[in-house]
């Protein structure tokens, strides 16, 4: 587990809640692959461990045994100030996964100035979907956010991120606080991309042209392909041709990454036919969308 070295880290094995009302909280996501008597992948198994105020629904099987859908909750409803939380996830080699979320991840304003903390660690041998909702940064909010993937040479992923700032549909912007986040992508233990984004409340790259233009919504996807397949010019052209709402880099080989602004409805519809065209077109994964989602 990846565990912060920040002054606030409270000490594992503390309790849910400590006396100064900050939660600890860490899960464990371990999906295993079940073989039949011809060698394939029969099932997918999930084991998980969690302390704290980290759930998983249970194993869900929507599209068949093959692919375990997870639902990670948060019952406390969002992340306040000097809150910590780690979430690893295993996926063996041929497994498949799908992991989202039953609604957005809410960053609480933190008005004493003392950051919540999360971090994320996948470590993937099989096939991975990362599809949580949308992220909302209150006003004071002061976040330390870290996602870090690590994907093997037989590893695939499809994943995506959504920060909306502020509440703007009640008038509030993000005005105070700071917003900090890490996303570290390495091959078989080989850093290929690491970027780090700092936005301050009424920071100047809301409106730059080089920034978010005006919006308070971004998003990033990302798609990775295992070791014995590459993203050809032609398939990058098709993906193109069929999301030209999202803006591809090809940053290696095995690595797409996609960039979006826009309202948080419309990234979310993007972001949608986006995955459908890579699980379908790239990695021939026949995969429905999860009923949560329509709730």
């Known amino acids: 587990m990846i565990l912060s070295t920040s002054e606030h880290e409270p000490q594992s094995g503390s309790a849910i809640r400590s006396s100064s009302n900050r939660w600890h909280g860490e899960l464990h996501l371990d999906f295993q692959a079940r073989i039949d008597a011809h060698n394939q992948l029969e099932r997918t198994v999930l084991n998980f461990e969690h302390q704290g105020p980290l759930r998983i629904q249970k194993a869900l099987y929507p599209d068949g045994m093959r692919c375990c859908h997870a639902v990670i909750i948060h019952p406390p409803g969002g992340i306040a100030a000097g809150d910590f939380l780690v979430i690893t996830i295993d996926v063996a080699e041929i497994a498949q996964a799908l992991i989202t979320t039953p609604s957005a991840t809410k960053w609480y304003g933190a008005y004493g100035g003392t ?10 041998k099989g096939h991975l979907q990362w599809l949580p909702a949308e992220t909302i940064v209150y006003d004071h909010a002061v976040v330390d956010s870290v996602l870090t993937m690590d994907i093997a040479l037989t ?3 499809i994943g ?7 509440r703007h549909g009640s008038g509030e912007l993000f005005s ?6 890490t996303l570290r992508l390495l091959l078989d233990g080989e850093v290929v991309w690491i970027e780090r984004l700092r ?4 920071d100047p790259l809301f409106e730059s042209p080089v920034g978010l233009q005006g919006h308070h919504a971004l998003a990033t996807c990302w798609v990775v392909v295992p070791a014995d397949a590459v993203f050809s010019d032609d398939c990058l052209a098709d993906l193109r041709a069929h999301c030209p709402g999202v803006a591809f880099t090809r940053l290696h080989p095995r690595v797409l990454v996609g960039r979006l602004l826009g309202e948080p409805i419309d990234l ?11 699980s379908t077109h790239l990695l021939h994964q026949s995969i429905g969308t999860p009923r949560l989602w329509a709730t």
């Open 115 to 124: 950051a919540a903390t999360q971090h994320i660690e996948m470590n993937v």
């Open 199 to 202: 936005l301050l409340g009424n």
């Open 268 to 278: 979310r519809t993007q972001l949608e036919a986006t995955w459908q065209w890579l």
């Open 155 to 157: 590893g695939s992923v």
């Open 160 to 166: 995506w991120d959504t920060l909306i700032y502020g």
């Open 176 to 181: 105070h606080g700071a917003f900090n986040q």
